[in-house]
């Protein structure tokens, strides 16, 4: 099985879809067990999928943190 160390240095490869299917199932195995790993890999797809949201060339430059949250919370 898997260490944690390993699935974290791994996660964003995960997310992306750039690991082989067995490395892949090898890391959502030890996700199943492992609720710190589990918690880790869903805040870090929380965190690309917010980043995706807020374009920059796109945003107002007045926008602040607190109103993306705002907008990320409401799904927009």
């Known amino acids: 099985m898997l260490r944690c160390d390993h699935v974290a240095e791994e996660a964003s490869a995960l997310i992306d879809g750039n ?9 959502r195995m030890h996700l199943l067990m492992c609720k710190s ?13 917010l980043t995706e949201a807020v374009d920059d060339s ?19």
């Open 19 to 27: 690991l082989s299917w067995w490395h892949a199932l090898r890391l």
């Open 37 to 49: 790993c589990d918690r880790f890999v869903r805040q870090l797809r929380i965190t690309k999928s």
């Open 58 to 76: 796109t945003a107002p430059a007045d926008v602040t943190i607190d109103q993306i949250l705002a907008r990320a919370r409401k799904g927009e």
